[in-house]
């Protein structure tokens, strides 16, 4: 390999350098993650150093924002102006900030409702939705809305708009208002109740979270890495598009 032209590469070159198999480059270049392969006169690909970073920077983002994100970036990387590529990769990196902010909400409600009984619940504290709705001093199109966000979801009788909160509903439905009032959002609550629900302790809760915390730095730190590809692509195609 080290006398290959390094413009002259071919498809199981590039799928070794880019930790591909040859139809996954196949499949990218297809998809538009790739440039478009010349062809030599007898009908055979041929790959350059553009297509390795390519297929590396894709792996990253892939691996930080996703398939679908990944493809598009690298499409606007070979086709769209430069400020297109650039303003796709901030919403990248601020959706993942948001992410973070959005955790560190979670985990830190899990410390303001410590006093919390979460598992203190009697059998009689059974309510309708009107029930709950007076009992917290809210509407129930509230209830219904947090029940549409998975929030507290309640039980349902024999129609289905017949809603009703056992005692672990309400005890949900207690803390979720309780959090709310202290300025919790609907995303960091989404995070953090399924964690809470049943007889779990907050250091198991926190556990769930930091493991959270561990995927969002690893995703970071993959868009990072594909931040260096991508430089290098530039840099190789002496990007035209201002």
Do not use: C
């Not at 029930?131 to 039980?155: C, F, K, N, Q, Y």
Request: hydrophobic share 40%; aromatic share 4%; charged share 20%.
């Amino acid at each position: 390999m080290q006398s290959r032209n390094p413009a002259d590469l071919r498809t199981a070159d590039v799928a070794r350098l880019a930790g591909y198999s040859v139809q996954q480059i196949r499949n990218l270049e297809r998809d538009g993650a790739l440039p478009p392969a010349t062809r030599t006169p007898t009908g055979y690909r041929r790959y350059d150093l553009s297509h390795v970073h390519s297929a590396r920077a894709y792996r990253s983002l892939a691996a930080g924002t996703g398939p679908v994100a990944a493809k598009q970036i690298m499409r606007a990387a070979h086709t769209q102006p430069l400020s297109t590529l650039l303003a796709l990769l901030d919403t990248a990196h601020a959706g993942l900030d948001r992410e973070r902010g959005d955790l560190e909400s979670a985990k830190a409600a899990v410390h303001y409702i410590a006093d919390e009984p979460i598992a203190d619940v009697r059998q009689s504290d059974s309510m309708t939705i009107s029930e709950l709705a007076t009992a917290l001093g809210i509407r129930p199109s509230t209830l219904r809305h947090w029940d549409a966000m998975g929030l507290v979801t309640p039980s349902r009788g024999t129609t289905r708009a017949a809603r009703t909160y056992t005692p672990a509903d309400v005890l949900t439905a207690r803390i979720v208002h309780q959090l709310r009032l202290a300025g919790y959002g609907i995303t960091p609550l989404q995070i953090l109740m399924p964690q809470l629900r049943g007889p779990r302790r907050r250091s198991d809760v926190l556990t769930g979270l930091v493991a959270r915390d561990t995927n969002i730095e690893s995703r970071s730190r993959a868009l990072f890495e594909a931040a260096a590809e991508l430089h290098a692509l530039l840099a190789l195609t002496q990007h035209p598009r201002g």
